[in-house]
């Protein structure tokens, strides 16, 4: 990453050319620390949305993950293959395919979240009253640019870093 800050940039141009840095950063770390578990990016957000309900179809999987079908299946192929999900037609159209999460899913999940969480603990630093001032400093921009990009769409106010709440991951 080069770093592009100059003095004839606006505040605006150094806080986009500083969240675009770190944006790479952030997704270069994910993808070497996904891949110490033998997962991609997209794989753990897979386990990790799936974590959270009782099954997901194919095509709402894509959505949260911001991608199309066909990569989904691939995402699912692998995650199947290493025993961490199962597939299984829904009960109300047998036409849709639900995934879910098995007992191996479901610990692998655990465990590397918890290990992320950690990592970024470290990562980021833990000056409590920094952190809050980060947060009330690039929440309105965050919602700026989910109103800019999806209007009329109510904004999602947990603080969940996945894609599904309107990160820019995956």
């Known amino acids: 990453m080069k770093n592009s ?4 940039n606006s505040p605006e141009q150094e806080i986009y050319l500083l969240l675009t840095d770190l944006f790479y950063l952030l997704d270069d770390t994910d993808r070497q620390f996904f891949g110490e578990y033998g997962l991609s990016t997209r794989q753990f957000w897979a386990l990790h949305h799936l974590s959270e309900v009782d099954g997901l179809s194919m095509i709402d999987l894509s959505r949260m993950l911001f ?4 990569n989904v299946t691939a995402i699912a192929d692998r995650l199947e293959s290493a025993g961490l999900i199962k597939r299984s037609p829904a009960l109300q159209d047998r036409r849709v395919i639900m995934l879910t999460l098995t007992p191996e899913g479901v610990a692998l999940h655990e465990q590397v ?3 992320h969480e950690q990592r970024i603990r470290t990562l980021i630093g833990s000056d409590e009253e920094v952190l809050q ?7 309105p921009i965050r919602s700026r640019f989910q109103r800019y990009l999806h209007p009329g769409v109510p904004e999602v106010s947990e603080n969940t870093p996945s894609p599904a709440n309107g990160s820019a991951r995956r």
């Open 5 to 8: 800050s100059t003095a004839d």
């Open 67 to 70: 991608t199309d079908k066909s």
């Open 113 to 115: 979240f918890a290990a």
């Open 133 to 139: 001032q980060a947060v009330q400093i690039l929440e």
